[in-house]
């Protein structure tokens, strides 16, 4: 895949382009970047023309990014919208994404249904309904994983240092070692000292602290064909959830995959292909 920059109304996103065919658009997960997902996407190049983007405060895009002005993942919504809108704003297109991308994939759909043709939505980033329900009407809640990530590491003497330090641990630790390599080369950068996160940890804070609360209401909005696909351990989508969606009329499929993590993407990658490609096979159906 070829890495190239958008001009955007909001400023320049760097993407990973390929292929020809039906519109693809690919939305990483918080604190990731469309590197790594690269070896996932190759094989769909041969039938679809791919976009994978990072998103702002994240990878090798360089809006601006404020900690302090993230307050919603609409933010993420509005600048995907855009992108599409400066690539090919006619074509219909299949948006997939994983994590905070799949969720931010539905709130773009929800704002511009009307050129989304399908959508795979994997292992969705989302507060439990109840909870999202409560936060709209003004409750407050504590958030784990915003605590945990402001207190990342975010520098090291370089990116072998990096490597060393994150291989096999924490979130890593399901991660073969080339989606770890491709995670680096797309999500550090080089400094005089060294290397550094490229989402910071005061920014991926932030992105998880702005998590929407808005998932189950942006489904009204839905009328493309959807499959979703959620881990079996570590998932964010839980069974009610699960629930809602398969029983939603535009879900062709609903399924929680066994042996799987939140990062089923690189643990089942034929499994997103087959489903992107059972997606476009339902859009383009009489």
């Not at 404020?66 to 090919?88: H, Q």
């Not at 630790?173 to 797309?186: K, N, S």
């Not at 400094?191 to 942006?218: K, N, Q």
Request: glycine fraction near 8%; aromatic fraction near 6%; include cysteine.
């Amino acid at each position: 895949m070829d890495r190239i920059t958008i001009s955007t109304p909001a400023g320049p996103v760097s993407a990973l382009s390929a292929g020809t065919g039906p519109r693809l658009h690919f939305a990483h997960a918080t604190g990731m970047n469309a590197q790594l997902y690269a070896q996932l996407l190759a094989p769909l190049a041969g039938d679809f023309a791919i976009t994978a983007s990072d998103a702002r405060g994240h990878g090798l895009t360089r809006l601006p990014a404020d900690p302090a002005a993230l307050t919603s993942w609409d933010d993420f919504a509005d600048d995907l919208n855009r992108l599409l809108d400066v690539i090919d704003g006619g074509a219909n297109w299949i948006l997939a994404g994983h994590s905070m991308g799949a969720a931010v994939s539905i709130l773009a759909a929800a704002q511009r249904p009307d050129r989304v043709a399908g959508m795979v939505l994997i292992d969705p980033a989302m507060l439990p309904f109840d909870v999202a329900a409560a936060v709209r009407a003004g409750a407050a809640i504590p958030n784990p994983m915003a605590d945990q990530a402001a207190k990342r590491r975010s520098h090291f003497a370089s990116r072998a240092d990096a490597r060393a330090a994150w291989h096999g641990r924490g979130v890593f630790r399901t991660w073969a070692d080339a989606d770890l390599d491709a995670y680096i080369a797309g999500g550090m950068i080089d400094t005089a000292d060294g290397a550094a996160l490229a989402c910071t940890p005061a920014y991926e804070s932030a992105t998880f602290r702005s998590v929407s609360s808005h998932i189950e209401p942006a489904m009204a909005a839905l009328h493309c064909p959807f499959i979703l696909l959620a881990g079996e351990q570590g998932s964010t989508v839980r069974d009610a959830e699960l629930a809602a969606f398969a029983g939603h009329p535009a879900c062709v499929r609903a399924e929680r995959l066994a042996g799987t993590t939140h990062f089923l993407p690189l643990e089942r990658p034929e499994q997103v292909e087959a489903a992107i490609r059972a997606v476009s096979r339902a859009s383009s159906a009489p």
